[in-house]
């Protein structure tokens, strides 16, 4: 489903300054696995995530999803690509306070046909319902706690039926009960067939990985489940 072969990311940030966040980084995720990556801030796993989804462009190596190198992909292409094969809970929750929680799961269908707005809010609604939030759907972001708004990204990253999910520090922030919850509901999701990729800071969660890695100084490496 997802695979990485020697990957380097190089940043110049200035004349005389680079930084390198990923480094020959060759990693191979298979359709339902649940991997998780293990690092402190700043030890490139974010950067890791957006080589994944085709955000930024690796200075070397090959960065494939469903087969296809993103490097051949123009951007209309990874836009559908993203929109269509990719879910995204992001460590902080980005939604839109003016939009109730229903439009704002609903949201990354606006890239589908016009007909099918009202399948989609349909599917919304019935994200909602798994997470638990049925009874929120008309509220605002910010009637909602830190760990309900984590509920509504995992319902909105699930909106177009993607078969992989990128999670960056889902459980960020939030205290051990919701934290235990959150984990919980992602496990849930992948025991169903869909693949997740998760970064994070929290050596704690490495026991739910069918395959777990850690990443220091822009290099990755295997470690056992703790």
């Given amino acids: 489903m997802l695979k990485l072969e020697s990957v380097t990311k190089t940043f110049q940030l200035d004349e005389n300054t680079t930084i390198t966040p990923v480094n020959g980084v060759s990693l191979d995720v298979e359709s339902g696995d649940m991997v998780i990556v293990v690092g402190r801030s700043g030890s490139g796993k974010t950067t890791l995530l957006n080589l994944a989804a085709g955000l930024v462009k690796p200075t070397s190596g090959r960065v494939t999803v469903n087969d296809r190198e993103l490097s051949g992909m123009n951007d209309r292409e990874l836009s559908r690509m993203r929109s ?9 929750p980005s939604l839109l306070a003016a939009l109730t929680i229903l439009e704002n799961v609903s949201l990354p269908s606006i890239f589908t046909p016009i007909a099918a707005m009202n399948h989609h809010r349909e599917r919304a609604a019935e994200l909602l319902g798994m997470v638990g939030l049925s009874d929120k759907m008309n509220v605002h972001p910010a009637q909602l706690s830190a760990g309900e708004q984590k509920r509504v990204v995992i319902a909105r990253s699930l909106i177009n039926n993607p078969g992989l999910v990128l999670a960056d520090e889902p459980t960020s922030d939030l205290d051990q009960y919701t934290e235990a919850q959150i984990m919980d509901m992602i496990c849930s999701i992948n025991a169903t067939g ?3 990729l998760v970064v994070t800071h929290n050596r704690k969660l490495l026991p739910l990985a069918g395959a777990a890695y850690e990443m220091e100084n822009g290099i990755l490496k295997p470690v056992q489940a703790e």
């Fill in 194 to 196: 869909v693949t997740f």
């Fill in 84 to 92: 269509q094969d990719i879910g995204f809970i992001f460590q902080f």
